[in-house]
């Protein structure tokens, strides 16, 4: 939702109603957008549906192409009867109100490697517009021109946790028979649920029109996300005359059970069990190498017996030392797990159950079944995932 100029009577206003989703098992998504758009006596009424495809170009690292069309209408009324007009007598005024419907497609592609976006797109594709007739049969055309875009963005990732980020972006606007329209911001987040920043916006008239934007938003649980905007003219008369500008925006995930917490404790439990495991390896190497410094006091009395015990408990250390590395190994995939929680919290769910053997901690062996078989049809169907079991 978003007001325009607040101190002019008959100020622009904007409402947009939008839904998207991914589609199970594949690299597309669709969805919806319906807008209303009020400017005096101008309205329009439109709706898109959208596709788009993305094109995995690596499997090691998140480097893909999104393409993305959108097809729709627009309905657009003319209230001429409520115009504002000097000369009630002019021969090219329009008497009465004026409606027509058109179709409309938009398109766009985008690239994304680490934190690098790079967008081009097009909208209102057809640059269609609506015909009226005037009082001396004069025909009158408004036209819905062509808008190009171009957006280019970088998040910095910050921080010894990796929870914050800096994100500048930069973006072009050309519309035919108007001037280019640039537009900067510089975007603060921490940890994917606080955000904040500005921006600054040039002219696209030739008034000065340009003006500064300051944003601020939350996720919520990460399932609601409420989001604002301030805009000031750059221009003081201008602005005086205009007033600010004010955009809402609400957003709400729908499906998809959050196992952020579920996992978390997950991790908890496996550093727990690991610290233990660190433990008990400690202890029974310092109690071997104690036997080892005792048995060593016998060597005179029997030295084969010795060698074979020595070399049966060395072997036992270099076991204990491997599981060490080990150890060690699943404290990394710890790290690897957290960043993965943090960065797709909302990929990750529970799918099925797992059973340890009788007073022990490992997986018994149908569990180790069922989980070769989740991992094959998971790799199957997703070629870009690669699943591993530990």
């Not at 007009?85 to 329009?94: C, E, K, M």
């Not at 910095?156 to 921080?159: E, H, I, P, R, T």
């Not at 204990?320 to 060490?324: N, V, W």
């Not at 957290?338 to 960065?343: G, H």
């Given at each position: ?9 008959e100020s622009?206003l ?8 991914r589609i199970p ?7 919806a ?9 101008i ?11 993305h094109?995995?170009?690596s499997k090691?690292?998140p480097h ?10 627009i ?5 001429f009867?409520?115009?504002t ?10 008497q009465?109100?004026?409606?027509g ?27 269609n517009?609506f015909l009226?007739m005037?009082?001396?049969n ?5 036209i819905?021109s ?9 998040r910095?990732?910050?921080?010894p946790?990796?929870?914050l980020y800096i994100?500048p972006s ?7 028979n108007?001037?280019?329209?640039v537009e900067?911001?510089l ?9 904040f ?13 340009s ?6 938003g939350?996720?919520i649980?990460r399932?609601v ?9 750059v221009d ?14 609400v957003?709400?995930r ?18 727990k ?9 400690r202890?029974?190497?310092?109690g071997?190498?104690?036997?080892i410094d005792?048995?060593g006091?016998?060597?005179?009395e029997?030295?084969?017996k ?13 076991k ?5 590395k080990?150890i060690i190994?699943?404290?990394k995939e710890?790290?690897k797990l ?6 797709h919290p909302?990929?990750?769910k529970k799918?099925g159950?797992?059973?340890f ?7 018994s062996?149908?569990?180790k079944?069922i989980?070769s078989?989740i ?9 870009s995932?690669k699943?591993y079991?530990?």
């Open positions: 939702f978003k007001k325009q100029w607040v101190n002019m009577p622009p904007t409402g947009i109603l939008g839904i998207d989703a098992k594949s690299d597309m998504g669709v969805g957008m319906f807008y209303v758009d009020q400017m005096h006596i309205s329009r009424i439109g709706g898109m549906a959208s596709y788009a495809y094109l995995p170009l090691k690292i893909r192409l999104s393409l993305g069309l959108s097809l729709g209408f309905h657009q009324r003319f209230d009867e409520n115009a007009v000097g000369n009630t007598a002019d021969l090219q005024l329009l009465n109100s004026s409606e419907l058109a179709f409309d497609f938009s398109a766009g592609i985008n690239y994304k490697i680490h934190g690098l976006n790079l967008g081009i797109s097009m909208m209102q594709g057809l640059n517009g009226y005037s009082s001396t004069d025909n009158i055309s408004f819905n062509r808008h190009f875009l171009g957006n280019l963005s970088y910095f990732v910050l921080g946790k990796k929870n994100e930069a973006l072009i606007r050309f519309v035919p108007a001037p280019v329209q900067g911001n975007l603060f987040g921490w940890n994917n649920l606080l955000w920043g500005g921006g600054y916006r040039s002219s696209n008239n030739r008034s000065s029109t003006a500064v934007t300051i944003t601020a939350i996720d649980k399932h996300f409420i989001g604002y905007t301030f805009e000031l003219g003081n008369q201008l602005n005086s005359s205009l007033g600010a500008q004010h955009e809402f925006m957003g709400v729908l499906g998809g059970k959050n196992n952020t917490k579920e996992l978390n404790k997950r991790i908890k439990l496996l550093e069990r690991v610290e233990e495991d660190i433990k008990i390896s202890d029974t190497e310092e071997l190498q104690r036997q005792s048995l006091n016998i060597v005179n029997n030295s084969t010795h060698d074979k015990i020595e070399n049966k408990l060395q072997n036992q250390v270099e204990l030392l491997h599981k060490e080990e190994s699943n404290e710890i790290e957290r960043e993965l929680v943090k960065n909302l990929q990750y799918i159950s797992l059973y053997e009788n007073g022990s901690y490992k997986i062996n149908d569990s079944k989980l078989v991992k094959n049809v998971i790799e199957q169907e997703n070629p995932v699943v079991l530990y």
